[in-house]
């Protein structure tokens, strides 16, 4: 059955990471889909182009690994054939073995591709409202979602959408880098040394870490102090945790040996290209809220960065999500109307990789229902299920967006981990959660027609 046989199209409202794999699963499925993206004309706060399909921080879709959370997601990914991954796999850049690609070229290509597809009709245009149609809607407006629109979701949500804030990290200029005094490497030496490390002694780690936590910051609304989001602190939010923060956190030194002397330093700042040309380095683990001209003035004082040119400081953003478990089937459907779609960070998945993945999964569902076809569950037991079982039934009261983790995924009895005997490891039981999760899929692929 087609678009043709149903009637209905799906209108797809914000082309971002979410809805450019929304649009790609339901138009493959031989439904029309008219995509609506706001950008260029209206930008967000965090966006730098027109293009679709914009990672707006960090280059990176996190390890390859797929005894990591990001890595079996994207392995699972790839089973379902994602068309995210399958053009950013064109567009990676060297950082060992992390996936990490050349932004913007991917998101001109993302927009080329989704272009070229007949029946994605691409409307350049902020929606204000909710469609009033019979057609089914997939809202993908993502973190930023203009206020407008937000104010449209509220009056179907009937509940007030929940925020919290996060933070960016800066980029540099390559040629305002001075590489004498850096080093390169990889963690524990996987993969190519494809890191820029700066290494600090422990005097200049100590006069960093106070320049820190004495720095102006951008000052927030007294209500909105408590609502930082733990996975991604701004670093002076770390530095003020305690002296020793940074160095076991985001500039820990273990498995960086400077090949210069055959020493660890006491601590180390990474920087990762950030282009497919080397122009850019973005600082790794430095989201951050301090007031621009501080920024400037702190890290131009780190060995090699004496002259740094920044294209982009660190900045703080809102973040817009919904209560996902009051609001959100297993279907990323909406439960008080049915012909409604939420995907990627708005309904409450947290990150690029799951975004794609919600994104994913809607796109089927939706094109499912506009074809009257059978829909399964996406078992728990499976990375793509396990975030839409913890975004639909997770406890609303505290409910927060959230990353894939293996702790989300059911627990394995100790019989079945691969080894068999004697004490089990965490290595081991992500290896056999993994194992079980992409089998699962496949045998879901399978009976689910995908
Ligand atoms: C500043 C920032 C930095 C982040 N950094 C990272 C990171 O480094 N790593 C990571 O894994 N995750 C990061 N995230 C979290 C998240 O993974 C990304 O925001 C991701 O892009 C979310 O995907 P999405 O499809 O839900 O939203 P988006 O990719 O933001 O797409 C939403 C789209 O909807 C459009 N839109 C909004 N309102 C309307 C409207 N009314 N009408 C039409 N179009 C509209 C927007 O222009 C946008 O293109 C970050 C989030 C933010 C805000």
């Known amino acids: 059955m087609n678009e043709h046989e149903t009637g209905k ?18 138009s493959k499925r031989g439904v029309a889909v008219d995509l609506y993206e706001m950008r260029p004309d209206t930008m967000t706060g965090a966006h730098t182009t027109g293009f679709l399909g914009e990672l707006v921080c960090s280059n990176s879709l ?8 990001s890595g079996l997601l994207k392995e699972e990914l790839k089973l379902l054939n994602s068309f995210f991954l399958r053009i950013a796999e064109k567009y990676r850049v060297p950082a060992g073995s992390s ?13 080329a591709e989704i272009e070229a597809i007949p029946n994605i009709k691409i409307i350049k245009q902020e929606l204000k409202d909710i469609p009033n149609t019979d057609d089914l809607v997939i809202i993908a407006t993502g973190p930023l ?72 910051r951008v000052e927030m609304k007294d209500i909105e102090k408590d609502i930082l989001f733990d996975a991604c602190l701004p670093i002076e939010e770390i530095a003020r945790s305690g002296e020793k923060s940074l160095s076991f956190g985001p500039l820990k030194p273990v498995g960086l040996i400077d090949p210069r002397n055959g020493k660890m330093p006491h601590a ?20 951050t809220r301090l007031k621009w001209g501080e920024q400037k003035r702190i890290f131009t004082k780190l060995p090699g960065l004496e002259k740094a040119e920044f294209e982009r400081f660190g900045r703080m953003h809102r973040n817009s999500y919904l209560n996902g478990p009051l609001i959100i089937n297993k279907f990323y459907q909406c ?11 708005i309904c ?17 569902f939706a094109a499912k229902a506009a074809l009257n076809e059978a829909r399964y569950n996406l078992p728990e037991i ?9 975004v639909s039934q997770a406890g609303w009261e505290n409910f927060r967006p959230t990353k894939f983790s293996f702790g989300l995924l059911p627990d394995i009895p100790a019989a079945q981990m691969t080894s068999g005997r004697g004490k089990v490891s965490k290595h081991m039981k992500k290896e056999t959660k993994a194992a079980l999760a992409l089998e699962t899929l496949k045998a879901w692929t399978a009976k689910a027609g995908i």
Do not use: C, W
Not at 9 to 26: D, F, N, S, T
Not at 146 to 167: E, G, P, Q, V
């Open 9 to 26: 199209k799906v209108i797809i409202i914000g082309g971002g990471l979410a809805g450019v794999e929304a649009a790609y699963q339901v």
């Open 62 to 69: 996190g390890s390859t690994q797929v005894t990591s959370a």
């Open 99 to 111: 996936f990490s690609v050349d932004r913007i070229k991917l998101a001109e290509a993302i927009s």
């Open 145 to 216: 979602t203009s206020s407008d629109f937000a104010k449209s979701i509220t009056n179907i949500t009937m509940r007030k959408n929940l925020f919290f804030y996060d933070a960016t990290s800066p980029i540099i200029h390559a040629e305002s880098i001075d590489f004498t005094k850096t080093y390169m490497a990889s963690r524990y030496e996987k993969g190519e040394a494809d890191f820029v490390n700066i290494p600090l002694d422990e005097q200049q780690y100590n006069e960093f870490v106070h320049e820190l936590v004495t720095a102006e």
């Open 268 to 287: 180390v700042i990474q920087l990762r290209q950030d282009d497919l040309n080397k122009n850019f380095y973005q600082m790794v683990g430095f989201q």
């Open 335 to 345: 439960k008080l109307k049915s012909n409604l779609y939420f995907a990627g960070q």
């Open 348 to 364: 409450g998945v947290e990150g690029y990789v799951e975004s794609i993945s919600s994104g994913l999964a809607a796109g089927i």
């Open 382 to 390: 499976t990375a793509t299920g396990a975030l839409i079982h913890y």
